[in-house]
């Protein structure tokens, strides 16, 4: 007797296992899969977790499930970078006052109150726009206004952390939990320091001219990785005295930055780009032994902003993105698993910057 056996295509005989994306690592947030570009090995798959406006520096709360960002968004009555905290794809908390201009948030450990910097204190209106060909071109504007605070997510309690008349901004925390990093003119430059998390200890941790700012810690806490102006050999005294008059009326601009590492005391600081163009957002690889960060270098002066790998000791260059346009503010969860940053891709309009959670292949 033969027995009876359906009809299957040999091709399903061999056909893989289907492949699905892994549980998005923020609840809610959009599959973006299709927004990964060719060359983009590293992203295996992709998340959108905010819609229209201008957001950006997504960092992640020490437990990987939450992520504190700036939101500009003028059709929501957002008109300059506000603070928010994200635990759901595109539902988003105010935690900043909703008065003045901010920046750079980072939550602290434990995750129930986050360190940012705004202008508030000093007054309600955002300030006004700067009118670049006035200035000659671009630059930032590092306003004197800017203090820091901390605000309790459980009380809503909302303190002053360090306040000093000037720049003051640009806070991380060290993964080991123990120093907050900070950049500040409190010195007369636009330095880095740190101090423990009560603001105790304060010690200034860099003193050569120029702007040294956007520092993260190693995951082992000895290491700081950091932005830092770059003056042209041979045309220092020109370019510095540019910068001085810049800063005094507090902008900077940031058409050559480079890539700077130090020990968290600021020692044994060295140079690990030599690229040219803006170099910024740098941000250590889960071991240490790489940083991730933004840069226009292979293409000078535009906006399109690519993510770029390179190791410690100088060396193994890597591209990371391909995107033309604007990918930024990389940063790794605290298990590795995860990379978030900022990009234009998948905008509705022009110049809309959008958050993105990529898985790490």
């Not at 907050?180 to 860099?206: A, H, K």
Request: aromatic content about 12%; some cysteine.
């Amino acid at each position: 007797m033969t027995m009876f056996r359906p009809w299957i295509p040999a091709l399903l005989l061999f056909a893989p296992a289907c492949v699905t994306a892994p549980p998005a690592p923020i609840p809610g947030a959009a599959g973006a899969d299709h927004l990964i570009e060719p060359g983009e090995t590293h992203l295996a798959h992709l998340w959108k977790l905010t819609r229209g406006g201008e957001n950006a520096e997504a960092y992640w709360s020490f437990d990987g499930r939450r992520l504190v960002l700036q939101r500009r968004n003028l059709e929501e009555d957002i008109p300059c970078d506000r603070i928010f905290v994200v635990e759901r794809g595109f539902d988003l908390e105010l935690v900043s006052t909703g008065t003045g201009v901010t920046t750079c948030a980072y939550f602290l450990p434990g995750d129930r109150a986050v360190l940012f910097a705004s202008t508030h204190g000093y007054a309600a209106e955002c300030p006004p726009p700067i009118d670049f060909q006035k200035e000659g071109g671009y630059v930032w504007a590092v306003h004197a206004e800017y203090d820091l605070y901390v605000r309790d997510l459980d009380t809503g309690e909302l303190s002053p952390f360090l306040p000093c008349w000037g720049y003051d901004a640009e806070a991380t925390v060290s993964p080991r939990g123990d120093r907050v990093v900070f950049t500040s003119t409190r010195g007369g430059d636009i330095d880095l320091w740190t101090c423990n998390l009560d603001g105790s200890n304060l010690v200034q941790v860099t003193d050569t001219l120029g702007y040294d700012g956007g520092a993260f810690f190693s995951h082992d806490g000895t290491q700081l990785v950091y932005r830092s102006t770059f003056f042209t050999p041979g045309k220092e005294t020109a370019e510095t005295a540019v910068y001085r008059e810049l800063l005094a009326r507090w902008r900077v601009r940031p058409h050559h930055m480079e890539i700077m590492l130090a020990d968290a005391d600021g020692g044994n600081r060295r140079q690990i780009t030599h690229l040219g163009g803006a170099n910024f957002a740098p941000f250590f690889f889960p071991d240490d032994t790489r940083v991730i960060f933004s840069t226009n270098h292979h293409e000078t002066g535009a906006r399109n902003f690519d993510l770029f790998a390179i190791g410690v000791d100088g060396e193994g260059l890597e591209r990371i993105t391909t995107y033309a346009g604007f990918d930024s503010f990389p940063v790794f969860s605290p298990d590795g698993r995860f990379l978030v940053f900022a990009s234009n891709r998948g905008g509705e309009r022009p110049g809309e910057t959008n958050i993105y959670v990529a898985e790490w292949r």
